[in-house]
């Protein structure tokens, strides 16, 4: 089983910066094998994906996150990240990370196929 705790949320003026940080259970963050990554949810909306990583290395982004969000991993901290630049009023949302034990790069940024998720973090642009 695996634990996701996602911190660095907070508010801030449009143009600012956020890092938001997913730190996981488990001793070995194995990426050969679990796929990861950040959704957002802003309240009336549905869930959508921010940027993923898949099991072999893909890396996908949401095309208005491009260019502006950076997704990262540490497995020395068992750790994710997602710099957060230029931030924008539309950026407002629960953030949240997830992870698929079953890998590949399948629809990275498809909420269903993940099978742990965070408690989120509140980022807000105003």
């Known amino acids: 089983h695996v634990q996701l705790v996602e911190s660095g949320g907070g508010s801030v003026p449009p143009g600012g910066s956020l890092r938001l940080s997913c730190a996981a259970s488990?001793?070995?963050?194995?990426?050969?094998?679990?796929?990861m990554g950040w959704f957002r949810q802003a309240p009336g909306k549905e869930r959508e994906g921010v940027a993923a990583?898949?099991?072999?290395?893909?890396?996908a982004y949401a095309e208005s996150m491009k260019g502006r969000f950076t997704i990262s991993v540490d497995n020395a901290k068992n750790t994710l990240y997602l710099q957060m630049n230029d931030l924008r009023p539309e950026d407002t949302a629960m953030y949240y990370c997830?992870?698929?034990?079953?890998?590949?790069?399948?629809?990275?940024?498809?909420?269903?196929?993940?099978?742990?998720w965070g408690q989120g973090t509140q980022v807000t642009v105003s």
């Open positions: 997830a992870a698929d034990s079953r890998g590949g790069s399948w629809n990275l940024l498809l909420a269903r196929r993940y099978n742990y």
């Open positions: 488990r001793y070995t963050y194995d990426y050969a094998y679990y796929s």
């Open positions: 990583f898949g099991s072999d290395g893909d890396t």
